[in-house]
């Protein structure tokens, strides 16, 4: 069983940056292929960006690509989505998934595990 923490979110302005992070425990997650997800009222939970375990690949959706990175930290069980450029249209909670293998997944239901989520709300 894998437990996900999300954390770093917050209240920031348009054009700000912030960085979440996403730790795991319960055992590692070396092995696990990791996404963003996030939801804004109202909407479904739709893909934000994937990592491979490895690190070796990564994966966007376009509308964060170029603002957005995932990167992660296996020594310390850890993910990261490092926001720029926030917008308004970026509000939402943000969750952070895993699933055990080597791949780019990004769709929901793909994914086995997943994080309680963490609010980010970009105000204009």
């Known amino acids: 069983q894998v437990q996900l923490v999300e954390s770093g979110g917050g209240l920031v302005q348009a054009g700000d940056s912030l960085r979440l992070s996403c730790a795991a425990s319960g055992r590692s997650t070396s092995s696990y292929a990791m996404g963003w997800f996030r939801q804004a009222p109202g909407k479904e939970r739709e893909f934000v960006a994937a990592i491979t375990w490895s690190g070796g690949a990564t994966y966007y959706a376009d509308s964060v690509k170029g603002r957005f990175s995932i990167s992660r930290d296996n020594a310390k069980n850890t993910v990261y989505l490092q926001m720029n450029s926030l917008k308004p249209e970026d509000t939402a909670v943000y969750y952070c998934?895993?699933?055990?293998?080597?791949?780019?997944?990004?769709?929901?239901?793909?994914?086995?595990?997943w994080g309680q989520g963490t609010q980010v709300t970009v105000s204009s």
């Open positions: 998934a895993a699933k055990r293998g080597s791949y780019l997944l990004t769709s929901t239901g793909q994914y086995d595990y």
